[in-house]
């Protein structure tokens, strides 16, 4: 443990060329402790990276293992398991470098004598999100319907290659963040690019649990992870819930109720519902974060409710004249309590 | 309503010649607010103001659900007023026995189940609330959750599906849960069967109490057989549209829509005494032989219970 938080760390993050990997890379570049930090991704990152050094690689081939091997890497930081194709392609290209990409970066970590730690950045949707889950999952359960496809399906096998790497090298912390919907005011995902439609399509009849992560509680659990070195699966979310009718109402969206079965066939406005999100706005999902706290000894900032507050900043209110006639009556009447 | 009205009907556009669009802004404040006093009393401002603040709080979302999606301000402000009145009036509930339910901590009540509909969960928990003052938090089968509204509807009044894993979350955490180990076999037999307990599931409400630690409270519920009598079913259909069963009831589908009021039978609930758990160990929830002791003791429980209610029941609709 003392020469993992020592000076001179090396990390190696993949992914950099997105914002969260850029981001992250960045601080971690700035502080004390570390000695350097190579950025990977097959596409160069698309603003400033400060300090740290690119290799531009594709994780899929072997050229990786070289790096790692190089550069006396002691840390991999692994967040370049993607939710979304974005400018890398389609969506098998999106598998490829999900799946393929982590068993190569693997293959490249089991022969390095260097590694001491490995921080993969997954998601809570390996849980899935059904009518039969549990009001909370905790680490230990497994999703009730195994995804088939898409996204999830990525994330399970990533984590089944990640766990099988763990055993094979038991002197390597690897730690799992199961992290919830990030939301934030810079944050383009699916899930927020939903919410920023000035008009929001609900499943009819279905009003889902949420939960948020706050994107500076990302950073912020990753740097802990790294810092602290905690072998295991956590999950990682902010505190409490909400419902997906109380997000809309405290952002002031209008939302229109579109039928089950229509909704996975409607394109809003060229916006795509993959089926994981579907899944998710209709039976919604929470997650137990004990261990978090109790193991990992990670504190989120933010709650929920903070995260979709900040988030709600950043957006332009679309459905607010009923609360604005509320409030016009109340001001007229005395008494009103205030 | 707050714009000022137009001088004088000398308008060209079909809005300018609306008939509203004559009266002045006095009148429609006069009006609103006699209407004001007529439903708020002579308190009526601050009645209003107070109303006001409860509609702005809920329709800017800013009221809070616990993790398993219970809306407790609109559970108590809305459902549960709605439910009262047929509680009260309808089926005359006569609660017994309220004292076998602890006033704090985890407990789990353990019911009979019929009716057609889980029209006796709603009832007990507007009693459990209204003479206790505590919430119960029913646990539902999976179809409850996958059915729109209703599993949205289930969810904000507090239940949660039925899995140990979300049963003994709750029970840990001090909660009174509610379970209906019949299920659909419950609710959905015929009325020639009524009274007669089916088959208590695999007893895992049993294991998750043993595994918390927390008292069984035994409920026996009269009244609510009668309320749908079925006397058909349509499992051909019921199969097509994926529900455990369809019913025929005397006067549904006969009489369309009418026939969805509950018949006004007399309802007895009775608490029995808690059953405790805690000198078990929890790994002891594990073995067969005590789970099934138990579920058979709550069981037996239930139908003993059942029948001497019966008895004191004057007729069914007395």
Aim: hydrophobic share 40%.
């Amino acid at each position: 443990m003392a020469e993992r938080t020592g000076p001179g760390r090396v990390l190696l993050v993949t992914g950099v060329s997105r914002d969260l990997g850029r981001r992250f890379a960045r601080a971690a570049a700035r502080h004390p402790n570390v000695e350097r930090v190579i950025g990977v991704d097959v596409a160069p990152p698309r603003g400033d990276i400060g300090q740290v050094g690119f290799v531009r690689a594709d994780i899929r081939n072997p050229v990786i293992a070289k790096v790692i091997a190089k550069e006396e890497v002691d840390t991999v930081v692994h967040l370049s398991v993607i939710a979304t194709p974005g400018t890398t392609g389609g969506r098998s290209t999106m598998k490829e470098l999900n799946v393929i990409g982590t068993m190569q970066l693997l293959a490249a970590c089991q022969t390095a004598p260097s590694l001491r730690q490995v921080v993969v950045k997954s998601t809570t949707q390996v849980y899935g999100a059904s009518s039969r889950d549990p009001a909370m999952f905790t680490e230990s359960m497994e999703p009730r319907r195994t995804p088939s496809s898409g996204y999830a399906r990525d994330v399970a096998d990533v984590e089944s290659y990640v766990r099988g790497f763990a055993r094979r090298r038991p002197d390597v912390a690897v730690t799992v963040l199961r992290c919830a919907n990030v939301l934030g005011p810079r944050v383009d995902s699916p899930i927020a690019a939903h919410f920023r439609r000035s008009v929001v399509p609900n499943v009819l009849g279905y009003d889902p649990r949420l939960q948020f992560l706050h994107e500076q509680d990302l950073y912020g659990v990753l740097e802990h992870a790294v810092r602290a070195g905690v072998p295991g699966t956590f999950n990682v979310a902010g505190d409490g819930v909400l419902t997906h009718s109380q997000v809309a109402r405290r952002l002031q969206r209008m939302t229109v109720p579109i039928p089950e079965p229509v909704f996975g066939l409607t394109r809003f406005g060229g916006g795509e519902y993959p089926a994981e999100l579907r899944a998710l706005l209709t039976y919604g999902r929470g997650v137990d974060t004990t261990r978090m706290r109790s193991l990992l000894g990670f504190e989120p900032r933010f709650t929920t409710e903070d995260a979709v507050r900040d988030f709600a900043d950043s957006v332009k209110p679309s459905a607010n004249r009923a609360d604005r006639a509320l409030a016009a009556l109340e001001s007229r009447l005395t008494g009103a309590p205030r | 309503m707050t714009e000022s009205a137009a001088p004088g009907i000398t308008g060209t556009t079909t809005r300018d010649r609306h008939p509203l669009r004559a009266i002045p802004a006095a009148d429609w404040a006069a009006a609103l607010e006699s209407a004001a006093k007529e439903v708020f009393g002579a308190e009526w401002e601050e009645q209003l103001a107070r109303f006001i603040v409860f509609l702005r709080r809920r329709i800017s979302g800013q009221y809070s659900v616990d993790e398993y999606g219970f809306d407790r301000e609109l559970t108590q402000r809305f459902m549960l007023a709605v439910l009262r009145p047929i509680k009260e009036k309808w089926f005359r509930v006569e609660v017994r026995g309220i004292e076998n339910i602890p006033t704090d901590g985890g407990a789990l009540i353990v019911s009979n189940h019929s009716g057609t509909i889980p029209m006796d969960g709603l009832m007990t928990m507007v009693s459990i609330h209204d003479e206790l003052g505590r919430d119960l938090r029913p646990l539902g089968a999976d179809l409850v959750f996958r059915m729109p509204i209703v599993g949205t509807i289930a969810r904000k009044a507090g239940a949660t599906l039925a899995c140990s894993e979300d049963a003994e979350r709750m029970l840990r955490n001090g909660e009174l849960v509610g379970v209906w180990p019949e299920g659909f076999k419950g609710i959905g037999k015929p009325y020639s069967e009524r009274y007669k307990l089916q088959r208590f599931g695999r007893g895992g409400f049993v294991s998750s109490a043993l595994r918390t630690g927390v008292p069984i409270v035994p409920l026996s519920v009269v009244g609510a057989e009668e309320i749908y009598p079925l006397v058909g079913n349509i499992p051909a259909l019921a199969k097509v549209l994926g529900v455990p069963y369809l019913p025929i009831t005397p006067f549904f589908p006969l009489l369309g829509p009418l026939g969805l009021i509950p018949l006004p039978s007399k309802w007895l609930i009775e608490f029995g005494e808690p059953i405790r758990t805690d000198a078990y160990d929890a790994t002891e929830a594990d073995d067969p032989m005590l789970v099934f002791n138990v579920t058979d003791q709550v069981r037996e429980t239930i139908q003993q219970t059942l029948y001497r209610l019966l008895g004191e029941r004057a007729s069914v609709f007395g």
